[in-house]
């Protein structure tokens, strides 16, 4: 359960119940305690690489209470290191992860780890070695194959490989077709590495329909907004790309650019055809963009284009 914990937050209070009782049930388990610094350092979850400090230090206080009582227990030192890497405290997760993989030295979990932390400084042959030697490892393991391929994804990407980042990427979603983090996930690739705007839209929508997940959401929105950009300056399709830019801000709202180029599309369609109305909604989502950003420039010069001709269209009618 805890493995999946990403994928269904509604496990949360799930795992904590199960938790509870093992606890009542005996209050020096260290299979529990390892749990609970499991639970704590996922529950503490933000985005990327950000983690609620209070719930790291309690993963890594479950981790020392944990190897308190049984010293030599696995996976304790491998969540344990976890706890550690979240907090950015490498060079102790690292002696732990060489404690859990002297403890247990065929296991396919322990070469995760150290692809993890591989990942972290960017050895992107090391990732690949220990990620592939977990699949040999466990090859019918989807949640090893789910974790292994994530791995494989970033250094594939690292080493700006995208074909080969692309196929893992297509095998996490065949792994698991309901997986709305792994249409999230390619859907972003899509968008920042092959520039396949359509695709990663569509991702992006499936990802909304499996899950409400406000990633989901932004990640969507930049897809729009790309797309919208690229019709927009690079093709000179200024109502085309004015339904994307809409669509932009409607999935993520919180985008300057995105509020920008809708205004700035309304402003050269309105002028075009002076039409007062699309000229004010230019007006309206410029300065939506500058409350999100007041130091964006373009869209402050753009403004002052825009009033000025708000004004001399008051002074013909």
Known sequence: MLDNYEENFLNKNKVKSLLNKMEKMN?????????????????????????????????????????SIKP?????????????????????AQKLANKARQLSPN?????????????IHKDYAAIIQ???AAISKEPNNNAILSKAYNNLSKAYKGLKDYAKADSIYKKIIELDPESAWARINYSSFLTKNLKNYDEAIEQGKIALELAEIGMAHKVLGKAYYEKAAQLHWDEKQYE??????????????????AWYG?????????YKNRNKSQIKQAEAAL???LTIDPKHQEAIENLKHVEMLLNRLEKSS
Do not use: W
């Open 130 to 132: 220990y990620a592939q």
């Open 107 to 119: 296991s396919a979990r322990v070469d995760i780890l150290f692809a993890h932390l591989a990942k």
């Open 72 to 92: 030599n227990f696995s996976d304790a030192y491998l969540y344990g290191a976890y706890a550690h890497a979240f907090s950015k405290k490498y060079d102790f």
């Open 27 to 67: 209050p020096n388990s260290h299979y529990m305690l390892v749990g609970y610094c499991r639970f704590s350092y996922k529950s503490g979850y933000i985005s990327y690489n950000d983690y609620k400090q209070p719930a790291l230090a309690r993963a890594r206080q479950y981790f020392r209470q944990a190897i």
């Open 240 to 257: 085309a790309s004015l339904l994307y830019f809409k669509h932009s801000t409607e999935q993520y709202a919180y985008d300057s650019n």
């Open 287 to 289: 300065k939506k963009a």
């Open 262 to 270: 809708l205004g700035i599309t309304y402003y050269q369609i309105g």
